[in-house]
């Protein structure tokens, strides 16, 4: 079975400044999908960012970005420019090339400093 | 403007009693989800269904049910079998479900124990 690890629980950073959290993903699969999910107060999910395994390329989606290391199994999303809007949890998802759903990790929650 | 709705917003559910959490999309997606989410916890998936007629279990099937007989509404019920139902409940959707098409979810529905 597939895990995804956030290993920090929380992060601050000052607004405007650049933040990086981290995942790690565990998979024997060579097809999948990588993604950053925000969930702010309201507990809506929204998709923050995706990663297809087979792209090399690295994803942006205006301020945000992700370095994925395939070899290393590390996906982590960098924000930058922080915003006050930015204050939500974070969560790392990995997709398998299958029909199942999505596999979370437990999330970090950003917090913007003003 | 299309999207998923679930209902309620809010539930209750007393000992021994099955309820029914509603989950409609006007996004004429084939492949539907339920998640259920702890405190402090990422999204674990309970069933999905990639067509009408259709379902798999997920990671914690037991104690839900699920139904599909229409494309656009897929219900769970919490079973009198689930003994920790209280947690916040999320539906989610994709178009098809092949690994790259992102998931939209919806509000959530949070249940707890009378």
């Known amino acids: 079975a597939q895990t995804v690890t956030q290993s920090q629980p929380e992060m601050s950073v000052q607004e405007a400044e650049t933040v990086t959290l981290s995942c790690t993903y565990d998979?024997?699969?060579?097809?999948?999908?990588l993604f950053w999910y925000k969930q702010p107060p309201s507990r809506q999910m929204i998709l923050v960012i995706r990663q297809e395994a087979y792209k090399q390329q690295n994803a942006t989606e205006n301020r945000f970005s992700v370095n994925f290391q395939k070899a290393a199994k590390s996906f982590s999303l960098k924000i930058s420019d922080s915003q006050l809007g930015d204050a939500a949890m974070y969560f790392c998802?990995?997709?398998?090339?299958?029909?199942?759903?999505?596999?979370f990790g437990k999330g970090t929650h950003l917090i913007i400093q003003p | 403007d299309g999207g998923i709705t679930q209902s309620p917003k809010y539930l209750f559910r007393k000992e021994g009693q099955n309820v029914t959490l509603s989950c409609e999309q006007n996004?004429?997606?084939?492949?539907m989800y339920w998640y259920r989410q702890d405190p402090g916890q990422g999204l674990r998936l309970i069933y999905y269904s990639q067509i009408v007629n259709d379902f798999q279990k997920g990671d914690i099937a037991e104690g839900y049910s699920v139904s599909r007989e229409k494309k656009e509404s897929f219900p769970l019920t919490v079973t009198s079998a689930q003994k920790n139902p209280t947690a916040f409940y999320l539906c989610?959707?994709?178009?098809?479900?092949?690994?790259?098409?992102?998931?939209?979810f919806g509000d959530g529905t949070r249940l707890s124990i009378l």
């Open positions: 996004l004429n997606h084939d492949a």
């Open positions: 998802a990995y997709r398998g090339g299958g029909a199942d759903g999505l596999t």
């Open positions: 989610a959707s994709s178009i098809g479900y092949r690994g790259n098409q992102p998931q939209h």
């Open positions: 998979t024997s699969e060579s097809d999948y999908y």
